[in-house]
Nanobody, 121 residues
Framework: VQLQASGGGLVQAGDSLRLSCAAS????????MGWFRRIPGKEREFVAV???????TYADSVLGRFTISRDNAVNTVYLQMNSLKPDDTAVYYC????????????????WGQGTQVTVSS
């Protein structure tokens, strides 16, 4: 599976962004798809996951503000980010795995290249 993340940018606090992650190479609909983020100097942290079944889980820090979704027809997973805060500034990565759907980066085999999100105050 090859993953290509896009949609990052520079926004102000309170704004919205939608990240996309296009997948190719395998049967997208059978994979659990996750979003993680990394702030410089910190470990990669879990943001959200959507299972192949459509079930979702979110980190407490984004619950109620971010929404993960998928469109199997176009092999893409999305992360709609609303009410952005400066603390959301990070490089965002999408990830995929055919078996695990947890909150640890080690649960995912396939990774995209990351897209930068910067939120100014």
């Amino acid at each position: 599976v090859q993953l290509q993340a896009s949609g990052g940018g520079l926004v102000q606090a309170g704004d919205s962004l939608r990240l996309s992650c296009a997948a190719s190479g395998r049967t997208f609909s059978s994979f659990h798809m996750g979003w993680f983020r990394r702030i410089p100097g910190k470990e990669r942290e879990f943001v959200a996951v959507i299972k192949w079944s459509g079930g979702t889980t979110y980190a407490d820090s984004v619950l109620g503000r971010f929404t993960i979704s998928r469109d199997n027809a176009v092999n893409t997973v999305y992360l709609q980010m609303n009410s952005l805060k400066p603390d959301d500034t990070a490089v965002y990565y999408c990830a995929a795995d055919g078996y695990y759907s947890g909150s640890s980066p080690t649960d995912y085999v396939y990774w995209g290249q990351g897209t930068q999100v910067t939120v100014s105050s």
